[in-house]
T-cell receptor
């Protein structure tokens, strides 16, 4: 049983397109995250939701819009994709914001923008 | 700017030796500290968390925290080739327990 799943695993698209990445967790966690890991392997937090409420919104272009329909799902929509958006995007969840040691990462979505 | 720094490596150690990984952070208000391991092409997985000054041991792993000097380290005893991976240091800056800041990672290679 996959704890944190992401779809798709790979995404190859053209500049200017709009794409979405979906994330689901079956751990019963209250907090979910989106991270970006660039080609230099630098892992950076983008967004964090706690019980569907946006808690962390780091400095990312407003072309990136997260949506949490319920606390088990956190999707990421990207408009007008740019070359610099190519990266691995990881979704993660944790039990609650008071339990960061329970953070568990999904397998990642490898996005390549041509 | 709040930063977490690590030597990028690669750090090479022979099998059976102790691997020592270091991390420094800039924000004195940092609350919580973590070490993640990431194999190539895989997602990060938590190895250790530490919240208080001193040492914390878990099997072959020991995390050490010194808040006065703003550094946290990870020791891996009896290193195995399977420990070869990138080790990411992470720090939580806020009181809400959510804003993780990761270091650039240190690549460890354990030579058989």
């Amino acid at each position: 049983d996959t704890a944190v799943s992401q779809t798709p695993k790979y995404l190859v698209t053209q500049m200017g397109n709009d794409k979405s990445i979906k994330c689901e967790q079956n751990l019963g966690h209250d907090t979910m995250y989106w991270y970006k890991q660039d080609s230099k392997k630098f892992l950076k937090i983008m967004f964090s939701y706690n019980n569907k409420e946006l808690i962390i919104n780091e400095t990312v272009p407003n072309r990136f819009s997260p949506k949490s329909p319920d606390k088990a799902h956190l999707n990421l929509h990207i408009n007008s994709l740019e070359l610099g958006d190519s990266a691995v995007y990881f979704c993660a969840s944790s039990q609650d914001r008071g339990y960061p040691e329970t953070q568990y990462f999904g397998p990642g979505t490898r996005l390549l923008v041509l | 700017q709040k930063e977490v720094e690590q030597n990028s490596g690669p750090l090479s150690v022979p099998e059976g030796a102790i691997a020592s990984l270091n991390c420094t952070y800039s924000d004195r208000g940092s609350q919580s500290f973590f070490w993640y391991r990431q194999y190539s092409g895989k997602s990060p997985e938590l190895i250790m968390s530490i919240y208080s000054n001193g040492d914390k041991e878990d099997g072959r792993f020991t995390a050490q925290l010194n808040k006065a000097s703003q550094y946290v380290s990870l020791l891996i005893r009896d290193s195995q080739p399977s420990d070869s991976a990138t080790y990411l240091c992470a720090v939580i800056l806020d009181n809400y327990g959510q804003n993780f800041v990761f270091g650039p990672g240190t690549r460890l290679s354990v030579l058989p």
